[in-house]
């Protein structure tokens, strides 16, 4: 267990990097004004109009960096300092969220899929920790039983790892319609197209190392699961 536990620590320790490396660009980035004077929300809406989607309502949500889209009401939840700001930060996330608008318009394929596996993805982070840590207590000494339940929580934890790599194509899929958008509609100028690029680059990594993170754990079980059976 104390290979898990130091496992554990270097993702936790490359997370909160990326992590503190995201909220330190879009505070930086929130500093650089909109040459056009767009608010976050007004940015959304011009982004849905343009591609045609009009059953999408753009909405405030409380918090920091709680900007998401919901596909199950349809609507784009910015935080409020997104929803109200007028800089590249806000533009860059705005359009962010917008972009999986016009994925689920366009039947995008992996955000079909992310969206068909939540259920079992649900159920899957909620037990297969508990499953596992049962699983090893109870394999010790070779237990055909601790085995089986140990190898049920690999699954299980699969399935989250699994969920995390097909977010990967949908948040980078997300992002580049909203650059090509902000770029092509000339929303923002040059210096404000790179902060928002930049500013997204560090969103998309906080879901890359979770992956990786996940990755690296499901490995880890796995590698315990085929020595317990020698």
Not at 46 to 72: C, E, F, R, W
Not at 138 to 146: A, K, R
Not at 160 to 184: C, G, H, M, Q
């Amino acid at each position: 267990m104390i290979g898990y536990y130091i496992l554990t620590g270097i993702i936790f320790l490359i997370s909160s990097y990326v992590s503190n490396k995201l909220k330190s660009k879009f505070k930086y980035y929130s500093q650089v004004s909109l040459r056009n004077g767009m608010s976050g929300v007004e940015i959304a809406e011009k982004m849905l109009a343009d591609h045609g989607i009009t059953d999408v309502q753009v909405i405030s949500t409380n918090g920091q960096l709680t900007d998401h889209y919901n596909p199950k009401n349809k609507t784009v939840n910015l935080s409020e300092v997104v929803y109200s700001q007028r800089n590249a930060a806000a533009a860059a996330v705005a359009a962010h969220e917008v972009g999986h608008a016009v994925q689920h318009a366009k039947a995008y394929s992996w955000l079909q899929l992310r969206s068909a596996i939540v259920p079992a993805v649900g159920i899957s982070s909620k037990l297969s920790n508990i499953i596992i840590m049962v699983g090893l207590a109870l394999s010790v000494g070779g237990s055909i039983l601790g085995n089986g339940i140990f190898l049920l929580g690999i699954g299980l934890f699969a399935v989250t790892t699994l969920f995390t790599f097909i977010t990967l194509p949908v948040e980078y899929d997300a992002s580049n319609r909203a650059l090509a958008w902000l770029k092509n509609k000339h929303i923002v100028s040059q210096e404000e197209y790179k902060g928002s690029e930049d500013a997204l680059k560090w969103a998309a990594r906080t879901y890359l190392v979770s992956a990786l993170g996940s990755l690296a754990t499901l490995l880890y079980f796995i590698s315990i699961f085929m020595n317990n059976r020698r």
